[in-house]
């Protein structure tokens, strides 16, 4: 009950809406403490069980916001940055994340025209990138989010913290003006401002409404009871599509046994997601979550049969690569052609996507043929085969920008062909590709799968005798 303790403090002294939370996912479904403030009953009648590991502060009740800085390099810059703001010296709302990477600055921020002419509107949270790349970026989270708060413990076990000691009074109002100055002097164009052009080229692109309904209504059942960030990752997904979103997540609600708002509360969360889609979420997020929850996605038939004769549709043969991770990549003259398979990347030649192509063929069942035969369809596909594999139409093929894996402070990886492997000071776990943050080229992989054992191996007991088998130097 330690975490329901500290969140009755927060709300008790300074006034915030507070959630359990386990790692940074909260525990209850949060979107009515986002514009209701939250009472001490309120907050006793949270989950507060074993699971829960933190307390999740909001941003937006009583003007409460949040200065975000993720994977900060050159820490003296944020000192500058905070005496900018005009904050104090040692100021007590400074909280260190538990990645140990960022720092979190809360503050109070009145909602004033002058500042949504700058930032162009209203939205939940603004996302900066900085002039001198001191840190990878900047976030302001207005309203509507969550943080975690002091002393929530991180998923790498390490704890959020305050750097100047516990706060004593409530976070300091900032002056609006002097927050656009210093935003002008730090940040770039807000990333807001390639929205338009992001969703325009989301809303263009072939939208396989088949698919769309297939996954939402499998999502829609068994979406978990504690799902709101899947279920808020998920409206974002289908923001990516504009207007055409909106029907698919109105039912994606009104299936949820768990969720139990109105139709018209639905309608107004989708207008707020449309009004706050940054262009970092997309379609395909709304597949790979559905996959995890044990979605098998439906096949893309790309033959067409007219007049008894099967041929084949150019655009929907495209599509079909490109939900089978076949791609193009820029490269600095020219670009390659890859394949992204559970996370794993590797280059491929068109011979790849051929062989590929007759073996997924070869698989067909009888009724994924749809009354024709395999042979039928080889057919089509060799007597197109110059126009499909050619230059020309595989160049059609999506631009992947591919984000790859990285060790961070707290873990390394290592990559074997059964799964990778974290490497944390507490454990070593073997864990699935599907489950890996960012991608790796094929050839990172050790060529052998990955073995735990129990017993101590011959290098163990070479360091333990090194060290005099003392225990301590040992794990030092």
């Not at 514009?35 to 009648?45: F, R």
């Not at 007049?307 to 084949?312: C, E, G, L």
Request: charged letters at 35%; aromatic letters at 12%.
């Amino acid at each position: 009950m330690i975490m329901q303790k500290t969140a009755l403090w927060y709300q008790q002294k300074f006034g915030f809406n507070v959630l359990p939370l386990s790692g940074k996912k909260p525990l209850i479904s949060w979107e009515e403490w986002q514009n209701k403030e939250q009472l001490t009953e309120d907050i006793k009648k949270m989950s507060w069980n074993s699971d829960t590991t933190g307390v999740g502060g909001m941003s937006g009740n009583k003007n409460i916001r949040v200065l975000d800085f993720d994977k900060i390099k050159k820490p003296d810059m944020i000192i500058t940055f905070i005496e900018d703001l005009g904050l104090p010296e040692k100021y007590p709302w400074i909280v260190k994340s538990g990645s140990g990477e960022g720092c979190h600055i809360w503050v109070t921020i009145k909602a004033e025209a002058k500042l949504f002419e700058y930032l162009e509107g209203e939205k939940s949270n603004y996302k900066f990138s900085l002039i001198d790349d001191f840190a990878d970026h900047l976030e302001l989270r207005w309203k509507n989010c969550q943080t975690a708060l002091p002393p929530s413990v991180h998923p790498n076990k390490n704890k959020y913290e305050f750097v100047n000691g516990k706060p004593d009074e409530k976070p300091i109002e900032l002056n609006v003006d002097k927050l656009i100055k210093v935003l002008k002097k730090y940040t770039k164009e807000p990333e807001k401002k390639i929205k338009d052009d992001i969703t325009l080229k989301t809303t263009t692109d072939f939208i396989d409404k088949k698919k769309i309904w297939s996954a939402i209504k499998f999502l829609g059942p068994n979406l978990q009871k504690h799902c709101y960030d899947d279920w808020f990752r998920l409206g974002f997904a289908l923001a990516s599509i504009g207007e055409e979103g909106r029907e698919y997540f109105v039912k994606l609600s009104m299936l949820n046994p768990h969720y139990h708002d109105k139709e018209n509360d639905i309608n107004r969360k989708f207008d707020s997601l449309l009004k706050d889609y940054r262009g970092d979420i997309t379609l395909g997020s709304l597949f790979a979550i559905a996959e995890q929850y044990g979605w098998r996605k439906p096949m893309t038939k790309f033959w067409i049969v007219k007049d008894d004769k099967v041929s084949i549709s150019r655009r929907k043969f495209i599509q079909f690569l490109e939900e089978n991770g076949f791609y193009k990549m820029e490269l600095d003259s020219g670009y390659d052609f890859i394949r992204v398979d559970k996370n794993v990347v590797r280059r491929i030649e068109v011979h790849n996507i051929k062989d590929y192509v007759r073996s997924y063929i070869r698989k067909l069942t009888i009724e994924e043929l749809e009354g024709v035969s395999r042979g039928d369809v080889l057919d089509a596909v060799l007597k197109s085969s110059n126009i499909n594999f050619g230059q020309g139409a595989l160049e059609w093929l999506v631009q992947n920008e591919i984000e790859f894996a990285e060790d961070t402070r707290d873990s390394s990886y290592i990559f074997y062909n059964n799964g990778f492997v974290e490497v944390t000071r507490d454990r070593i776990e073997l864990k699935d590709y599907k489950n890996l943050e960012g991608k790796i080229w094929e050839k990172q992989m050790i060529d052998r799968s990955f073995n735990s054992i129990d017993e101590e191996c011959e290098f163990e007991l070479f360091l333990l005798n090194i060290c005099r088998k003392d225990v301590n130097r040992y794990k030092a």
